[in-house]
């Protein structure tokens, strides 16, 4: 096979174009879970058995700048680390290495009341809106409650402030007395989106925020994220594994496989030029309105365990480019063209190894 890029830059690589200081910045991300042994493993190391912990490395050095007013799509298949990531990012989960860093500062080295002003600065909208709405609140407090305690909304004024996020979102203001199982899918989604808002973020991370919907469903949801998005000058983390979706929203593609960023690149490079494998596969999938025949070949395999990752390259057992470097040797992030990244020994001038990113 022809090689992907012979002009490869052996600059180090940069996830984003340079405009200024990031809004949010990852540095070396990785998150590990940990389940220690349990008892009967405990009792079996007495007589003999050697039974550790089970580490799973979630996610894996993930370097990522990302502007203000940007819309970053995050795809990958399930247990990739999309969402994992997306928690870390909204504080949820604290890294187990590397720096989240919020408007040019370090979130390790924040005040209390600099922490304070990142937690509210950055929202998550969840998959599913049944799960993380509590169902024995009324949505005016679902969605009230949070900007009252924190001191952004007085209390007297809650009601007014509520009905006009409803209004913002496509709901109708008399509905707030109401229980999230009066509403439909769409209308709970709704209310995750307004509850986000209500605390004034500039950076929302939106995870699987649209993949419980219908379809039809979906478009309005996501016509919704653009609108908002103008209005209140807003910037997006959109995490799917649907790449149609992602297309449809996102400035820039970011594509995770088993925990680590493959490829990074603007969207109409990514649909127009995908250099990873794994990133021709996932686009190979999509559903198109082409009249012309196609032989549909899905990527063969299975996501790989991340209790024991291949060796090398994670995609290398379903590539159907792998040569034995791949089975042996990582490949990191080299710059193909300015804001375009990707992963791949494939992109190499000389099998010499790859020079690592700062």
Do not use: W
């Amino acid at each position: 096979m022809t090689r992907m890029d012979a002009s490869v830059n052996s600059t180090p690589p940069s996830s984003t174009p340079t405009s200024g200081t990031p809004l949010l910045q990852l540095r070396g991300i990785s998150k590990r879970f940990v389940q220690p042994v349990d008892l009967a493993g405990r009792i079996a190391n007495l007589l003999g058995a050697h039974n550790t912990p089970a580490v799973v490395q979630a996610v894996s050095e993930v370097d990522l700048d990302i502007q203000a007013g940007e819309v970053i799509g995050v795809v990958g298949e399930s247990g990739c680390g999309k969402s994992t990531l997306g928690r870390v990012v909204a504080g949820i989960n604290p890294p187990s290495a590397g720096e989240v860093s919020y408007k040019g500062k370090k979130v390790a080295d924040m005040s209390p009341a600099e922490r304070h002003a990142y937690g509210l600065g950055v929202q998550m909208i969840f998959q599913n809106p049944m799960a993380s709405l509590n169902p024995r609140m009324r949505v005016l407090d679902i969605i009230g409650e949070a900007p009252v305690v924190h001191g952004l909304v007085p209390a007297s004024g809650m009601a007014d402030y509520v009905a006009d996020l409803m209004r913002q979102v496509g709901l109708d203001p008399d509905y707030g007395q109401r229980y999230p199982h009066q509403f439909s899918g769409g209308q709970r989604q709704r209310i995750g989106i307004a509850r986000a808002l209500a605390l004034k973020p500039q950076l929302i991370v939106c995870d699987e925020a649209v993949a419980a919907l219908d379809v039809s469903i979906q478009a309005q949801v996501l016509n919704l994220f653009l609108e908002l998005r103008r209005s209140f000058e807003l910037t997006y983390l959109f995490i799917s594994h649907n790449l149609g979706v992602v297309g449809h929203v996102s400035d820039r593609v970011v594509i995770m496989y088993l925990g680590r960023v493959v490829e990074v690149a603007p969207t109409e490079v990514i649909f127009s030029q995908p250099n990873h494998p794994y990133t021709q596969a996932l686009l190979s999938e999509l559903p198109t309105l082409d009249t012309q025949r196609r032989n549909y070949q899905p990527i063969k395999g299975e996501l790989p365990s991340p209790l024991r990752p291949p060796t090398g390259c994670a995609f290398h057992p379903r590539c159907p480019h792998a040569m034995p470097r791949c089975q042996t040797e990582l490949p990191t992030l080299r710059t193909l063209a300015t804001g375009h990244v990707s992963a791949c020994h494939l992109n190499d001038v000389a099998p010499a190894a790859p020079s690592h990113t700062s």
